[in-house]
């Protein structure tokens, strides 16, 4: 059985994928049984150089003869638009689609997938998070007898190299942005990365398979780490934490937790273990308990390998006439809402004189907000770890129990006021992902 394969955008994915898809042809095909053939590449540029050759007679600047040629249209533009247009396209022709595109996703996709269950097409998507790590394929298909609780991600290469390089060099955030983009790890233009949209992107779509239902982009809390300062990674460090930007989505009740930001995680913990470029995501299901995720979550050859992946199991279960599947929508029929009223332990940093009293002052508000302080550190010892001389303005550093996000912006919002503290409060989330 011969399946046409399609590309539509031939950038560094899908230069990648038409390279695995023409090299490995004949291993596809022993493993599968299928001949899975590309009929055609689409780019509107093919004078760009590439690090693979695609042939001449693939070649095309209509994407339309991708639609014509294929059964599985591989959508590798990126975008909103175009690629949005372009994979409803391909729904109503009947065509089967394959997508890395995580934008799309979170903020359309309970249309797409919608559209596709009435056409009877599939949508793969296992390259839109994680990239070379198969964790679309675990929420669908190896934790599906499982109800999910909790998933910690560390999703975005290009900030996680960012905070180890400050973690472990001590450079700032500055620096450590510079390097990645001298290396290559960050665009000119980071913002999609270090303001955490490419992860929030993500966690979206991870919620919505695990939790059966499409929540609102616009709903996610996303913080980045423009603001992260190397004072804060030091102390996090002396007082055994590990900063790392984590997305989250857990189940509280009817609700759904959904965020980015930055987060201190024990530094004995798995995920606070994971350095450089790489990604992991942490699942906690009733049954199997934590499992984890890790591998490199971009670039061309394990964002091609997801893709690919994708294509092979759309091509083995039309081949089988298997035409169940876990999709995103409409399997859990609920009210889950996402709550913006978190649950959380906190670091908190003040600026504050050196002199008795302020402590005691910003204490007597945090109580009157019923939020607890689990440790506190003085002035001495804060000064020796973060490097700072003793002087008229020092930093304190309290460390609370849980407490509710709504409680502590209130509370800050007093402490911000009060005469003793001088700058505006640095507030740090602390998990226990494992």
Not at 283 to 308: C, K, L, N
Request: hydrophobic share 40%; with cysteine.
């Amino acid at each position: 059985m011969e399946i046409r394969v399609g590309i539509v955008g031939c950038g560094v994915v899908g230069t990648g994928t038409a390279r695995m898809l023409i090299e490995n042809r004949n291993l596809i095909r022993k493993k599968t049984g299928i001949d899975f053939r590309l009929v055609k590449v689409a780019d509107v540029d093919w004078s760009r150089k590439r690090e693979f050759h695609v042939p001449e007679d693939l070649r095309t600047t209509d994407y339309r003869e991708v639609l014509e040629e294929s059964d599985i249209v591989v959508e590798l533009v990126g975008g909103t638009d175009f690629a949005k247009s372009l994979i409803l396209e391909a729904v109503e022709r009947g065509r089967h689609v394959v997508t890395a595109n995580k934008h799309l996703l979170a903020v359309s996709g309970e249309e797409i997938f919608l559209r596709a269950k009435e056409k009877g097409v599939r949508i793969g998507f296992e390259a839109s998070v994680g990239g070379g790590i198969p964790v679309i394929k675990a929420l669908r298909e190896g934790l599906v007898g499982n109800r999910i609780k909790a998933i910690y991600g560390i999703l975005n290469g290009t900030t996680n190299y960012i905070l180890t390089e400050m973690f472990e060099k001590g450079v700032s955030f500055e620096e450590a942005l510079e390097e990645a983009r001298r290396k290559g790890y960050a665009e000119a233009d980071p913002a999609l990365d270090v303001d955490g949209w490419d992860a929030a992107h993500k966690i979206t779509i991870l919620s919505s398979l695990a939790f059966g239902r499409y929540f609102p982009f616009e709903e996610v809390y996303v913080e980045g780490i423009r603001n992260v300062s190397g004072l804060d990674v030091e102390l996090g460090k002396e007082l055994g934490y590990t900063l790392k930007l984590l997305a989250i989505a857990k189940k509280v009740d009817s609700e759904v937790e959904i965020r980015v930001h930055p987060t201190f995680l024990h530094s004995e913990e798995a995920l606070a273990k994971v350095s450089g470029v790489y990604n992991a995501v942490m699942i906690e299901g009733d049954f199997v308990g934590r499992t984890m995720f890790y591998g490199q979550g971009a670039g061309s050859h394990p964002t091609a390998s997801a893709v690919v992946s994708d294509i092979v199991d759309i091509g083995v279960s039309v081949y089988r006439g298997v035409s169940v599947e876990i999709t995103p929508v409409d399997w859990e029929k609920s009210d889950l809402s996402i709550r913006k009223n978190f649950y959380s332990r906190y670091y908190l940093r003040f600026s504050v004189p050196d002199r008795p009293g302020v402590l005691a002052s910003i204490s007597r508000v945090l109580a009157d907000f019923n939020i607890s302080i689990a440790a506190v550190l003085q002035k001495e010892m804060v000064c020796e770890i973060a490097g700072v001389k003793n002087g008229p303005i020092v930093p304190l550093v309290i460390l609370t129990h849980k407490a509710y996000e709504k409680d502590i912006q209130k509370a800050l919002g007093e402490i911000e006021n009060l005469p003793v503290v001088v700058d505006k409060p640095v507030v740090i989330r602390v998990e226990e992902a494992s």
